[in-house]
C-alpha cells in the first residue's frame, strides 16, 4: 500500500510559479515511477510530467520548458511550474506506480491561474 499526499496548489497570476509536492509513504521502495497528471473541468484527465527512480522525465509538450519534475530518495516528488498560463488551470494529480502492476493517486491540489 502506498499513501500519496500532495501539496502547494493555489491561486496565481499568469507568468507567475508554483511549487507542488507529493509526499509518499508505505512502501515507497515499491515505487517505480511517480508523475503528475492534471484534470481541467469538462476534460480527460491527462499526463503533466513523470519521472522514474533512476532520475529520467518525462513531460507533455504543452509544459515543456516552463515545468519541472524532480524526485528525492524518501518518496517525494516535485514539480517546479514556472511561466503559468491559464491553460494550467486544473486539478493536478500525483500518481505513483509499482513495480507490480499496482498504482495509487492522490487526493489532488487545485491550480488556478487568473488575474
Known amino acids: 500500500q502506498v499513501h500519496l499526499v500532495e501539496s502547494g496548489g493555489g491561486l496565481v497570476q499568469p507568468g507567475g510559479s508554483l511549487r507542488l509536492s507529493c509526499a509518499a509513504s508505505?512502501?515507497?521502495?515499491?515505487?517505480?515511477?511517480m508523475g503528475w497528471y492534471r484534470q481541467a473541468p469538462g476534460k480527460q484527465r491527462e499526463l503533466v510530467a513523470e519521472?522514474?527512480?533512476?532520475?529520467?522525465s518525462a513531460y507533455a509538450d504543452s509544459v515543456k520548458g516552463r515545468f519541472t519534475i524532480s524526485r528525492d530518495n524518501a518518496g517525494t516528488i516535485t514539480l517546479q511550474m514556472d511561466s503559468l498560463i491559464s491553460e494550467d488551470t486544473a486539478v493536478y494529480y500525483c500518481?505513483?506506480?509499482?513495480?507490480?502492476?499496482?498504482?495509487?493517486w492522490g487526493q489532488g491540489t487545485q491550480v488556478t491561474v487568473s488575474s
Open positions: 519521472i522514474d527512480g533512476g532520475g529520467e
Open positions: 508505505g512502501r515507497i521502495f515499491s515505487i517505480n515511477v
Open positions: 500518481k505513483a506506480r509499482l513495480y507490480s502492476p499496482d498504482e495509487y
